[in-house]
């Protein structure tokens, strides 16, 4: 079989177009291209293998990684290769949104700082001081926080909407179980929270004024909502300019059994998924993170985002 033929054997699979879009932008790691594919690492390195065969690739090694880019010296074919690879990608539906999420992890890149911390976060508690956890750590932050209004949206029976009014101005904790927001409120009675209230309603529609909160925090309740983006929008209207958002969720997973254990109804969100439900909403200064891996399977990953709603 002549190299033509087998050039064009290898375009003909739209995840490795997918792959060859991208690495004609920038050079990436096997990781990387993990993260904006979606994709498991063993798939990713099989179709690899098959490109730097074909001679469509070339890698080099940076300390562990490989790193990856299109060889720009390619035997164009009179013309037609690249001419080819264009008109393929145009039709392969994810390419759009592969280029998004590639924006998302070169930003990660760059942000030496988080790489930091992620590497710090993971030895925290590890080794034993009296009197250093995370608990200690968060009631310090805690107290730092200055008085607001603060929405707690999907808070279930509310130990984190508890643990906010006791700096809070005010802290409204929304969910859509009765019995939650009775067991919520009598909690709250018990311990003398008078700026906790708890309102029945779905985050969706949460049953709060318009542009009455400072900050609108979703805590591992988005991917209860059966319609995330609409619960992020309904954030962004009950937001005061200048508010924030704060959710907190798993990063994307294929854990089904979540559906049945949890009642999840999504299996997490991409950061491209959360970064589009936030710009769809016109929010700024979007920054999304993950910032905690359980060692225990099924290995689930949290997600941090935080946006501001624009002053006008």
Do not use: C
């Not at 991208?22 to 994709?39: C, F, K, N, W």
């Not at 164009?76 to 998302?104: P, Y």
Request: hydrophobic content about 40%.
């Amino acid at each position: 079989m002549s190299s033509t033929l087998k050039t064009l054997r290898i375009l003909s699979d739209p995840t490795r177009i997918r792959i060859l879009h991208l690495l004609r932008a920038e050079e990436l790691s096997v990781l990387e291209l993990q993260d904006i594919l979606g994709m498991g690492q063993s798939r990713i390195s099989t179709h690899l293998s098959q490109l730097r065969q074909a001679g469509l690739v070339v890698d080099r090694r940076v300390g562990k990684n490989s790193i990856y880019a299109f060889d720009s010296e390619v035997d164009d074919i009179e013309g037609t290769l690249l001419a080819i690879l264009n008109k393929s990608a145009g039709e392969v539906e994810e390419t759009a949104d592969d280029r998004a999420a590639m924006e998302l992890s070169l930003a990660k890149r760059r942000d030496k700082a988080r790489a930091y911390f992620d590497a710090l976060a993971g030895k925290f508690g590890k080794t034993y001081l009296p009197g250093r956890s995370w608990k200690a750590l968060g009631e310090s932050l805690l107290k730092l926080m200055p008085p607001m209004v603060i929405a707690d949206l999907g808070a279930g029976e509310g130990t984190f909407s508890q643990l906010l009014a006791q700096r809070a101005e005010l802290v409204i904790a929304v969910d859509n179980s009765e019995k939650m927001v009775e067991f919520g409120s009598q909690v709250a009675k018990e311990n003398g929270y008078e700026n906790l209230e708890y309102r029945l309603g779905g985050i969706e529609e949460p049953p709060i004024e318009d542009e009455s909160v400072d900050l609108a925090f979703f805590s591992q309740s988005l991917h209860h909502a059966e319609k995330p983006a609409e619960a992020v929008a309904a954030a962004h209207r009950i937001l005061k300019p200048g508010g924030r958002i704060v959710i907190l969720d798993l990063l994307k997973h294929q854990f089904e059994e979540a559906r049945e254990l949890y009642a999840d109804h999504w299996l997490g969100f991409s950061e491209l998924d959360i970064s589009r439900f936030l710009n769809e909403q016109k929010f700024q200064d979007i920054d999304i993170s993950v910032v905690d891996r359980e060692a225990d399977p099924p290995h689930f990953q949290t997600m941090m985002a935080i946006a501001t709603k624009a002053l006008s």
